[in-house]
């Protein structure tokens, strides 16, 4: 059997792939063949040392706005299309899953074209343009959020499929990595791209900040030489302060479990794999969406988990540096509203995510090889 792997744009996408391929990789055995067909993606290398056979195509992204980009970005499309119809010509996959994003949308059109089954996944609350797209062609469509599914009728709510392992950190693997003397801790994401605005607010923030908490920042591998080298001009007036500010420029899965273990609390952008990783993990969130996103789908992530309690909300218009210390001084101030926003947090997550998709998955290749299965 084989079964391909397809989205891209981000590592938002990846993730939530490699949760599928280990649920479906520890009940099939090793007798499947894994693909992916998408643009290059950060993380994406992380698709390859798990053993999924990675293709990289290019893929168009319609632009929302006039750009320069427009017209390369209208020529990659058809490019895009006519690659992974070559592409899944040569692998004939017997199912294909679309994990959102840009990238997925010419290998959807290319498995529709040879009638192999499609199941997708939509993370956000709000389908972006791509998953409206393919989920013209797709046999299942599966969703992160309840809110969701009026888009998408007969669709089946999964939640977000997320590493399992983030419950797995180690409090003391954390403590000895990053020296940290057990006092209050703050785990700022970024994302896979990191966040400039959310990066610059930090280290403003910083001098301020550290007196009361350590800080854990991951802030992506393209700004990480810029934070550090301004981290260092800001922190020469107060070098006592500096090592309770560890700046990481990418956290890997270990790493990311082991500081989720030893973090009071998280600070991130309102990705659906960000926001459901955090739920696994149970931590209260200060939530900042990116107001760039598509659709605004961010903002609308974190309305649910605000509505819930699990997390509370700082716009971007709110993105000031005094404003942002004052709440975050305030949320590590109040230790049972934190536990609060944990538990909550816990009961938003779905940790059979992964499980459910590669199910359906599953109940699609059976299909496959039934007689006369079309």
Known sequence: MRILFTGGGTGGHIYP??????????????????????PKTAGIETLTQEGIRVITIVAGK???????????????IPFGIAWAIIALWRIMPDVVFGKGGFGMVPVVLAARLFTIPIVIHESDSVPG?????????????TTSFQETAAWFPGSRVTGNP???????????????RWHIALG????????????WQLNDTILKTAPGLLSKTEIILQCGTKTHGAV????????????????????????????????YAIASLVVSRAGSSTLFENALAAKPMLLIPLASAAANHQEANADVFVRSGAAELLSRENLAPHLFSEKIISLLANKQKRDAMAGIAKTLARPDAADAVATIIIEHLAKHDEPNAS
Request: proline fraction near 4%; charged fraction near 25%; glycine fraction near 6%.
């Open 162 to 176: 997320v590493r399992t392992t983030m419950r797995q950190g180690s409090r003391s693997r954390a403590q000895a």
């Open 17 to 38: 792939i490699l949760a599928v391929f280990r649920s479906l990789k520890h009940r099939l055995g090793n007798d499947t063949e894994y693909y992916f067909i998408g």
């Open 228 to 259: 550090r080298e301004r981290f260092e001009r800001i922190m020469r007036d107060i070098p006592n302060l500096a090592p309770l500010l560890h700046i990481e420029a990418f956290l890997d899965e270990q790493e990311l479990a082991d500081a």
């Open 129 to 141: 343009l791509s998953t409206k797209i393919a989920a013209r062609f797709a046999n299942t469509i």
């Open 184 to 195: 209050e801790v703050l785990l700022v994401l970024g994302g896979s791209q990191g966040a």
């Open 62 to 76: 319609i632009p929302r706005y006039i750009t320069p980009r427009l017209f390369i970005e209208f020529v990659k």
